[in-house]
T-cell receptor
Framework: DVKVTQSSRYLVKRTGEKVFLECVQD?????MFWYRQDPGLGLRLIYF???????EKGDIPEGYSVSREKKERFSLILESASTNQTSMYLC???????????FGSGTRLTVV | SQQGEEDPQALSIQEGENATMNCSYK?????LQWYRQNSGRGLVHLIL?????REKHSGRLRVTLDTSKKSSSLLITASRAADTASYFC???????????FGAGTILRVKS
């Protein structure tokens, strides 16, 4: 069964900490995405990547960075966590050609 | 930037009834997709309809697309309690793979 795995389901971090959210896919997909989901705001794209070492900003990249050193892994980094980054973070991948995204189970991050 | 907007925001029906959700969008698309999200989990891809298609079926799901009206509908027939979830439409642009999601419809199926 093909999968996108997010390293943590729940995470609690302190304000100012550097936070790493990891995402791994086993489908050899070229494209990977990070979204955050907040009540009333839907899913908003933070960053995406079409290839190894390649990244592009989404709609809300401020306060975040990403890393894609290997095709299967796409990491989201919160350089200095703030309380307004408390959210559900969703990673997704797909192959070029619009076949539909495969999502991970999500990481619910709380910044205190 | 949100493109798809679902209607209604919430829907409550009895088991066995049909559920219809609508999605409107604003710009040109290559395809439109529907996803389901169970509470606190990731989204699951349900069905994709391309811009040159008008209707598509998958099991109890029926999706229509009207590009002249920039709208789509998702019909779930003979609903079950297990269909209780949030449903999102997402539009795929003419170029690239970057989907834009709507805010979703919360469906509750009562047994």
């Amino acid at each position: 069964d093909v999968k996108v795995t997010q390293s943590s389901r729940y995470l609690v971090k302190r304000t100012g900490e550097k936070v790493f959210l990891e995402c791994v896919q086993d489908m050899d997909h070229e494209n990977m995405f990070w979204y955050r989901q907040d009540p009333g705001l839907g899913l908003r794209l933070i960053y995406f990547s079409y290839d190894v070492k390649m990244k592009e900003k989404g709609d809300i990249p401020e306060g975040y960075s990403v890393s894609r050193e290997k095709k299967e892994r796409f990491s989201l980094i919160l350089e200095s966590a703030s309380t307004n980054q408390t959210s559900m973070y969703l990673c997704a991948s797909d192959r070029t050609g619009n076949y539909g995204y495969t999502f991970g189970s999500g990481t619910r991050l709380t910044v205190v | 930037s949100q493109q798809g907007e679902e209607d209604p925001q919430a829907l409550s029906i009895q088991e066995g009834e049909n559920a219809t959700m609508n999605c409107s969008y604003k710009t040109s698309i290559n395809n439109l997709q529907w996803y389901r999200q169970n509470s606190g989990r990731g989204l699951v891809h349900l069905i994709l309809i391309r811009s040159n298609e008008r209707e598509k079926h998958s099991g109890r799901l029926r999706v229509t697309l009207d590009t002249s009206k920039k709208s789509s509908s998702l019909l779930i027939t003979a609903s079950r309690a297990a269909d209780t979830a949030s449903y999102f439409c997402a539009t795929g642009p003419p170029y690239g793979n970057k989907l834009v999601f709507g805010a979703g419809t919360i469906l509750r199926v009562k047994s």
